[in-house]
């Protein structure tokens, strides 16, 4: 099994400046999907940013970012120049590639809370 | 984005009532899903479906109940609503068959979920 671990509950990060948001994952799989969702206030699950783990080329969505390091199983994500908009809960998803072998083959981890100071 | 949508957003209704939660989906996704999510906590995956005809239990067990008889609908059924089943329920679809990462393929969407009070 699967497991995905963000050790930042919290981060705080002064508008127009950068954050980087932690994640580590666990897994035997050779091919999977890594992905970083955002979770405002609203609650619905908005898609951040994703990477396939065997293109070694780090994937960006405008000031989106990420850094995968995949003998590290890490995947952090770098948000720059933030805004207020981007204040919300950020989760990292790890998904099998064989993800019709059942269920969705989704792992998340627990979150951050990502707080954006003006 | 995938375009996924849930109704009601928000509803309030009493102890014993049935209640379904409408889920829909424009894209021709063969896989939906059903998340429940609790306030600050994370996501359990509470039913699935791969097709027409085709549904699952997920790893949380819920006494809800879905159908999926047409692709673009997954509706989500409570018999009888209890206080318990106060929570937010994510709707969410995947093209998981044939259609390459960067189009989309193999990345779950999620609706905007409903919230559900039961009093």
């Known amino acids: 099994a699967q497991t995905v671990t963000q050790s930042q509950p919290e981060m705080s990060v002064q508008e127009a400046e950068t954050v980087t948001l932690s994640c580590t994952y666990d897994?035997?799989?050779?091919?999977?999907?890594l992905f970083w969702y955002k979770q405002p206030p609203s609650r619905q699950m908005i898609l951040v940013i994703r990477?396939?783990?065997?293109?070694?080329q780090n994937a960006t969505e405008n000031r989106f970012s990420v850094n995968f390091q995949k003998a590290a199983k890490s995947f952090s994500l770098k948000i720059s120049d933030s805004q207020l908009g981007d204040a919300a809960m950020y989760f990292c998803?790890?998904?099998?590639?064989?993800?019709?072998?059942?269920?969705?083959?989704?792992?998340f981890g627990k979150g951050t809370h990502l707080i954006i100071q003006p | 984005e995938a375009d996924i949508y849930q109704t009601p957003r928000y509803l309030v209704i009493g102890t014993g009532k049935k209640i379904t939660l409408e889920c829909s989906q424009t894209?021709?996704?063969?896989?939906m899903y059903w998340y429940q999510q609790d306030p600050g906590m994370e996501l359990h995956l509470i039913h699935y479906?791969?097709?027409?005809?085709?549904?699952e239990k997920g790893d949380l067990s819920s006494e809800s109940t879905v159908s999926r008889i047409r692709t673009e609908h997954f509706p989500l059924t409570l018999e009888s609503a209890r206080p318990s089943h106060t929570s937010q329920y994510l709707c969410?679809?995947?093209?998981?068959?044939?259609?390459?990462?960067?189009?989309?393929?193999?990345?779950?969407?999620f609706g905007e979920g409903s919230w559900l009070t039961v009093v």
């Open positions: 990477q396939e783990a065997y293109k070694q």
């Open positions: 894209m021709g996704h063969d896989k």
């Open positions: 969410a679809s995947s093209h998981d068959q044939g259609q390459g990462f960067w189009f989309g393929g193999n990345t779950i969407y």
């Open positions: 479906s791969y097709g027409v005809n085709s549904t």
């Open positions: 897994t035997s799989e050779s091919d999977y999907y």
């Open positions: 998803a790890y998904r099998s590639y064989d993800s019709g072998g059942g269920a969705d083959g989704l792992t």
